[in-house]
Structure formats: structure tokens, C-alpha cells
């Protein structure tokens, strides 16, 4: 049976869409955007900003969820620009500092909220 996992430290929904749903020993996280949970709002500042946030709502859903970052095995990044990669990279990096999961990085040409990135997560245990 999946278990539909919610927090409060984390975006709600800007659509018909769970935070995350785990499935047996699988959580999938739904594509974060920059928004802060505490103000319900994008981010400001560029793409390093709006990456750390996304960052920021991954770790609290996977926290909620009683997962850490060590239990993500892939993940996929949209960015609006590649141009963004290498600053998105680096941001990137440093939350996924060791043994980062298999990761797919595309190009899109628009996102949600016109934010600059979205990343979704599989974790497991």
C-alpha cells in the first residue's frame, strides 16, 4: 500500500500532487521548486538561491518521511537555462557531498512559478 507523505516544512502542492509518496522501501519526492514553506513564496537571488532552497525542501520531505540524504539514489534536475548547470552544480554538491545518486540534468523551456529549477528525488531504504 503507498503512504502519501506530507510536512509542513515543505511547499504544499502547487497542483493535483502529493509531496511524496513511498511505496514499500521507495519514497519518491515530487519536484521541488524554490518555494519557502514559510511564507508560501519563491525565493529570491538567482539560481544558487533557488537551488539551495529546493535543497532545503528535499532534505525536511525526506526527513519527514524517515529518510536521509544517503538513501537518495536519483534524481532529476530541470533547469530553465543550462547555462545554470555549473552554479547549480556546485550548490548541488555540497548537500550531495558524498556518494551522490545517479542524477539526469535536462534543459526545459518553462517551470513552474517561472522559477529557474525543479529537482525530484527517488530515496530508498
Known amino acids: 500500500m503507498k503512504k502519501v507523505i506530507f510536512t509542513g516544512n515543505a511547499p504544499n502542492a502547487v497542483g493535483p500532487y502529493s509531496q511524496a509518496i513511498e511505496k514499500g522501501d521507495m519514497l519518491f519526492i515530487s519536484g521541488q521548486i524554490c518555494i519557502d514553506p514559510a511564507t ?11 537551488t539551495a532552497q529546493v535543497m532545503k525542501n ?24 543550462m ?23 535536462y534543459q526545459v523551456c518553462r517551470l513552474p512559478l517561472d522559477v529557474l529549477i525543479e529537482i525530484e528525488a527517488i530515496a530508498m531504504k
Open 40 to 50: 508560501g513564496k519563491t525565493v529570491d537571488g538567482g539560481i544558487r538561491d533557488q
Open 83 to 105: 547555462d545554470h548547470f555549473l552554479e547549480m552544480n556546485s550548490v548541488y554538491a555540497e548537500y550531495f557531498n558524498v556518494d551522490p545518486p545517479a542524477r539526469a540534468a
Open 58 to 81: 528535499i532534505d525536511n520531505i525526506l526527513k519527514a518521511a524517515g529518510y536521509s540524504k544517503a538513501d537518495v539514489v536519483k534524481c532529476t534536475c530541470l533547469l530553465k537555462e
